[in-house]
């Protein structure tokens, strides 16, 4: 009964500490939240592989913007949805994740030990991550093919709860 309870305070700190948390910079922020039929906000950046991406650039397809971190339990635990995603949706799916300030060798590095080859761009200094303020991550923002808006989503279980729901938002898009 001890280690039950010893759990469940552990889990509440965990909890609370995960709820403090946020990738953004809120108070130097310029943007509003995000909210479902907004417009897409445009933003350039490096890819871990050195590429620069432009999220406008896949206007026409259904988008999914990610915002993580390595030492984020819930983000980790989501990401093997992504690979997923891409296979069943191929080129009608541009699915790009943001690292929420890591350096370029822990992102790299996570993503050849986990196998990961999808788009994930390098946010050091939260320039990326202003420009969708948010209380915390995961979160994950999904854009229809006209770049509004139709889905947010702050905080994620397990892959394949995640793999389920983002498919079911994706499908109603396309």
């Known amino acids: 009964m001890q280690r039950i309870k010893r759990f469940l305070i552990i889990l509440t700190v965990m909890a609370a500490c995960l709820l403090a948390v946020s990738c953004g910079a809120p108070e130097t922020a310029d943007y509003a939240e995000a909210e479902e039929g907004g417009d897409l906000r445009d933003f350039t950046g490096e890819t871990v592989s050195g590429e620069e991406f432009t999220l406008s650039d896949h206007k026409g397809k259904v988008i999914l913007l990610n915002f993580w971190a390595t030492w984020c339990g819930p983000c980790v635990g989501e990401l093997p949805a992504f690979p997923r995603l891409i296979e069943k949706y191929g080129d009608d799916l541009c699915l790009v994740t ?25 946010d050091t200094d939260y320039a990326i991550s202003d420009k969708y303020p948010t209380d915390g991550i995961p979160y994950t923002v ?31 898009l396309i």
């Open 98 to 122: 943001v690292n929420c300030g890591e350096d370029k060798e822990t992102v790299e590095g996570f993503l050849t030990q986990n196998g990961y080859d999808f788009t994930a761009l390098l």
């Open 142 to 172: 999904i854009f229809d093919r006209d770049g509004k808006i139709s889905h947010i989503q702050l905080g994620a279980g397990d892959a394949d709860e995640m793999f389920d729901m983002y498919c079911e938002q994706i499908d109603s």
